[in-house]
């Protein structure tokens, strides 16, 4: 039997709940969809992006997997996450095939890659 998966979510620890739900706000231009001080979701299309207190087994940082992105303007997106109080930690560069990617780490140490497919839907 053959199973078509889709990924559904992915979560990122944080040291603050209630900052990491501001700043997501901010740059998401959306109100979670479920906010408790345990968990915070937002729904994005069908995909979420779930932020919960750090632990001792899962905290904030860049040595995991790194989500990225879809946009339309790598540029913009790239300037607006600086804006708002990201750090860079690796520019927008061309990857070849049309495809630029970048990424940057939340205020809260978590990498957050941003991704510009040109001439694709």
């Given at each position: 039997?053959?199973?078509?998966?889709?990924?559904r979510?992915?979560?990122?620890?944080?040291?603050?709940?209630?900052r990491?739900?501001?700043?997501?706000?901010?740059?998401?231009?959306?109100?979670?969809?479920?906010?408790?001080?345990?968990?915070?979701?937002?729904?994005?299309?069908?995909?979420?992006?779930?932020?919960?207190?750090?632990?001792?087994?899962?905290?904030?940082?860049?040595?995991?997997?790194?989500?990225?992105?879809?946009?339309?303007?790598?540029?913009?997106?790239?300037?607006?996450?600086?804006?708002?109080?990201?750090?860079?930690?690796?520019?927008?560069?061309?990857?070849?095939?049309?495809?630029?990617?970048?990424?940057?780490?939340?205020?809260?140490?978590?990498?957050?890659?941003?991704?510009?497919e040109?001439?694709?839907?």
């Amino acid at each position: 039997m053959s199973h078509r998966l889709r990924l559904r979510s992915a979560i990122s620890p944080v040291p603050d709940l209630a900052r990491a739900r501001a700043w997501y706000t901010e740059w998401l231009g959306i109100e979670p969809y479920f906010d408790e001080s345990f968990y915070v979701g937002f729904d994005l299309n069908g995909f979420e992006l779930g932020l919960h207190p750090e632990s001792p087994d899962h905290r904030a940082g860049r040595s995991g997997a790194v989500a990225y992105w879809k946009v339309t303007d790598l540029d913009a997106e790239w300037a607006r996450l600086l804006q708002i109080g990201a750090t860079a930690l690796s520019s927008p560069r061309d990857v070849g095939g049309g495809v630029r990617v970048a990424q940057v780490q939340d205020p809260f140490g978590n990498a957050i890659g941003v991704i510009e497919e040109r001439g694709q839907a």
